[in-house]
């Protein structure tokens, strides 16, 4: 049984194709920030308060007027139909069986529809303004008309970064068995047989939105997809956006105080601090570095989320401490995907659940309420041993 989300991750190692648990796993370059991210949070400890009574914890919050059962959500991740069938509906029935909410990716295997339906409307949207304009429209009215809560604008998307761990094993959408990645796909037997049997694979949310895509299948309807995102996007861009949706908006990939006021200026209603989980951009700083500089620019305007490098209840903690309002989780909720469909998505948010609670009784700090910078210390920065020049 998985006790941590590193036992999860374990257990997608084990199921996954090598190419595809490195496609969920891996980043951008040399992948430092997505070792970084985690490398921030080891930085940071704690200050425990003693002799606090924490005979009742409550973990509960409000994010974007949704109520929850803990600031853990599910953030957007591309394509979770691949490592278990229907996935995102999978994903998204865990989700709202734990008190929690999904917010879909654009670019998934069931529809915003499919979604909403089976999460019983516990769903954010998450998008990005394409350069086709009228197909972005089309996109937020259908999630406005499936009952999507809130809506995420991705802005750190200018242009799709290099994934050499995905160049090295010639990772395609769909997966394709070749001679070079035979043996170790058809070693996964579970994985192979769930997905023969499922429904066919393909970007869902843009079946029948244009004629340009020639086809429905992946390869043709991926292939037009990627030519949509556009590096001309700007702030302009962002106030026509506002214009299309009247819900809760908020801007994904914010790192900068100057980026998070000019967000709020604009009408947003959030932040989520992230850098892609490190699969954009590399030596990007860890997302949990760069919140407090955010959440002070914003200066309780707008709710601030952290995403990138979450992997324990006590991550959570400190970035709520730090100022964030709840925290966005992509990798753990994948690695219990494919590890168990929904029960292993419902595994994964509770772990991080349980750990939460945890820890806040061990720092003495009963409610969320109660969390705030005081509650934590950054340690000095260490060069890591790859780092120190040899004598």
């Given at each position: ?221 991926g292939g037009y997809v990627n030519s949509l995102y556009d590096p001309s996007v700007d702030w302009d861009d962002f106030r026509w956006f506002r214009s299309l949706w009247k819900g809760p908006l908020v801007i994904k990939g914010i790192t900068t105080a100057e980026d998070a006021r000019l967000a709020v200026d604009h009408g947003a209603d959030g932040v989520v601090v992230s850098n892609h989980g490190g699969r954009q951009l590399d030596y990007m700083p860890a997302s949990i570095d760069a919140l407090p500089e955010v959440v002070d620019a914003i200066g309780g305007r707008a709710e601030v989320l952290l995403d990138s490098g979450v992997r324990r209840g006590t991550d959570v903690v400190k970035a709520l401490a730090l100022g964030a309002r709840a925290c966005m989780v992509g ?61």
């Amino acid at each position: 049984m998985a006790i941590n989300i590193e036992d999860l991750r374990r257990l997608a190692r084990r199921r996954l194709p090598r190419a595809l648990f490195d496609f969920v796993d891996g980043g951008g370059g040399d992948e430092w920030s997505v070792r970084e991210n985690r490398a921030a949070f080891e930085r940071i400890t704690f200050r425990p308060r003693v002799l606090v009574d924490v005979s009742k914890r409550d973990m509960t919050t409000t994010v974007l007027g949704q109520k929850l059962a803990s600031p853990v959500v599910c953030a957007p991740t591309g394509m979770p139909g691949l490592l278990w069938p229907r996935g995102e509906v999978e994903a998204a029935k865990a989700a709202a069986r734990v008190g929690s909410i999904y917010t879909l990716a654009t670019r998934a295997t069931c529809s915003i529809e499919e979604v909403a339906e089976a999460a019983n409307g516990r769903v954010w949207f998450q998008v990005y303004v394409w350069q086709d304009r009228e197909l972005t429209r089309k996109l937020v009215e259908r999630a406005e008309a499936a009952g999507a809560k809130a809506m995420f604008l991705t802005v750190d998307v200018q242009v799709v970064s290099q994934r050499e761990r995905d160049l090295r094993n010639g990772f395609t959408v769909p997966p394709k068995v070749t001679l070079k990645n035979a043996t170790d796909t058809l070693r996964k037997v579970d994985w192979l047989w769930r997905m023969l049997r499922g429904p066919k694979i393909t970007d869902r949310n843009f079946l029948g939105l244009s004629t340009r895509a020639g086809g429905s299948d992946l390869v043709r309807l991926g292939g037009y997809v990627n030519s949509l995102y556009d590096p001309s996007v700007d702030w302009d861009d962002f106030r026509w956006f506002r214009s299309l949706w009247k819900g809760p908006l908020v801007i994904k990939g914010i790192t900068t105080a100057e980026d998070a006021r000019l967000a709020v200026d604009h009408g947003a209603d959030g932040v989520v601090v992230s850098n892609h989980g490190g699969r954009q951009l590399d030596y990007m700083p860890a997302s949990i570095d760069a919140l407090p500089e955010v959440v002070d620019a914003i200066g309780g305007r707008a709710e601030v989320l952290l995403d990138s490098g979450v992997r324990r209840g006590t991550d959570v903690v400190k970035a709520l401490a730090l100022g964030a309002r709840a925290c966005m989780v992509g990798r753990p909720y994948l690695w219990g995907l494919a590890s168990g469909g929904q029960p292993g998505v419902e595994r994964a948010i509770t772990i991080l659940n349980s750990e939460i609670d945890r820890t806040l009784a061990l720092v003495g700090r009963p409610t969320l309420a109660d969390l705030d910078p005081s509650a934590v210390r950054h340690a000095q920065r260490v060069a890591s041993p790859a780092a120190i020049p040899a004598v």
